[in-house]
């Protein structure tokens, strides 16, 4: 495995705050939300779930974007199904006792499970029942890339919602069930919880905090070792470097092995650093810069003003027609919005929700506008210095 910069720290509090006991309580759901590359998924499989494994808990986890023609719900039917054949391969014996099926393998069928798609809340719950019965702990549900289920119709949500409400805690008040869904888009992964109709209504999407100065400080410790004395890079420049690029890793050793490689550069390395993150940030937003500058006047105006209103935007109210009208020049009405909106999504510029909510697809975009256009950019600390290389 490739050397890790382990946040065990991070594990434990999230883990506090799925039982309640941390200081933030996400004992309805762990909602996590960082832009791409920053290290979620590597953070959820190396610390978090050990941390789970320590505390005698079982982390199942589910990558929705491991396929795009399966329903989400199947693919959580499936991860959990395959949870417990492990598990009473396990206790076979006790299987018996404890669901009172054989020890042959259970399939989604046995859960009632094939036809995802249908109302199933009730059978993914008694699948995630009977998994934290048969493995004896609690189940850590991880859910990556969660922002997917808005793309169908597939209600994966309202099953873990019937499945938290029912499942969540046993008779003696512990809890079986813990849910955590990370993303890599912000504002696709609100509409989760920002709307009445949403199953998780009241929860909070966290911003993960990205890997920050400790991290460089480790990184830069490795990489010197392969460097004379006097031919080092100072973490001050590394970590500046590494806000530049948006706090990913990859780009970050990209740009140190290409100046590695150049045995010239003894000198000056930490000038080359800086020159090789800004160049990497132009090319960025050199990209967005011309996809921008292609619109025509109604699209940039409908992109701004949905880039303002993030989750809270609505296309086709009366504020957002005038403003378009005004950004425009001229009267415009919820057909020029609607058409706007198409050609976006067509350019891969917006994304709509199968719920018909509109999100940018691509939140580095928004990033890079918010400071083209001197708006606010976002507190939360999750905004990357640089845009995401695409989403
Ligand atoms: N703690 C860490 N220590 C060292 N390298 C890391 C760490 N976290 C992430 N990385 C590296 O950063 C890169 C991105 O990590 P990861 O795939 O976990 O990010 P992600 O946010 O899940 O990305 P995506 O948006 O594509 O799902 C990987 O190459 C990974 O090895
Ligand atoms: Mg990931």
């Known amino acids: 495995m490739s050397p890790y910069f382990t946040r065990q720290k991070l594990a434990a509090d999230y883990c506090d705050a799925l039982t309640g006991d941390g200081l933030v309580d996400a004992s309805s759901g762990l909602f996590l939300a960082a832009p791409r590359r920053t290290g979620k998924t590597t953070f959820l499989r190396r610390d978090l779930m050990p941390e789970a494994v320590l505390r005698q808990w079982l982390p199942v986890y589910v990558d929705l974007w491991e396929s795009q023609q399966t329903p989400p719900t199947r693919l959580v039917a499936t991860a959990v199904v395959n949870a417990l054949r492990i598990e009473q391969s396990r206790v ?12 042959a393998a259970v399939t989604l069928e046995d859960f009632g499970l094939e036809n995802v ?8 719950a008694v699948a995630l029942r009977t998994l934290s019965e048969v493995a004896g702990k609690p ?9 997917e289920v808005l793309n169908s119709a597939d209600d994966l949500m309202f099953s873990l919602k019937s499945a938290r409400d029912t499942v969540g805690v046993d008779a003696h008040g512990a ?16 509409h989760l919880v920002l709307t009445k109709k949403q199953p998780f209504y009241g929860s909070s999407v966290q911003p993960f905090p990205f890997l920050g100065r400790d991290y460089v400080d480790w990184y830069t410790g490795r990489i010197n070792q392969h460097l004379a004395e006097d031919n080092r890079f100072e973490p001050d420049a590394v970590f500046d470097a590494f806000k530049l690029v948006g706090h990913r890793p990859e780009i970050l050793k990209k740009i140190i092995s290409e100046i590695a490689l150049d045995e010239g550069a003894a000198h000056s390395l930490g000038e080359r650093l800086a020159r090789g993150a800004i160049a990497r940030q132009d090319e960025i937003w050199d990209e967005y810069s011309r996809a921008y500058d292609n619109l025509s006047r109604p699209q940039q105006a409908v992109l701004s003003l949905l880039v303002e209103g993030g989750p809270q935007f609505e ?29 976006l999504r067509k350019k891969d510029l917006v994304w709509r929700s199968a719920r018909g909510e509109y999100a940018l697809d691509d939140s580095s975009f928004g990033d890079w506008f918010k400071r083209k ?19």
């Open 139 to 147: 189940v850590m549900l991880v859910v990556d890339e969660a922002q």
């Open 92 to 103: 076979a014996d006790e299987l018996a006792l404890k669901s009172g099926m054989s020890a």
């Open 175 to 190: 809890r079986r069930l813990f849910i955590v869904c990370t993303g890599s888009h912000r504002d696709k992964l609100l």
């Open 117 to 124: 798609g249908a109302p199933e809340g009730k059978t993914l």
């Open 315 to 343: 296309p086709f109210s009366e504020v957002t027609i005038t403003a378009c009208s005004r950004i425009v020049g001229s009267t415009l009405a919820a057909t020029h919005i609607q058409k706007a909106l198409d050609a």
């Open 373 to 391: 256009s001197g708006m606010k950019t976002d507190a939360s600390g999750t905004t990357g210095d640089m845009a995401t290389p695409g989403s």
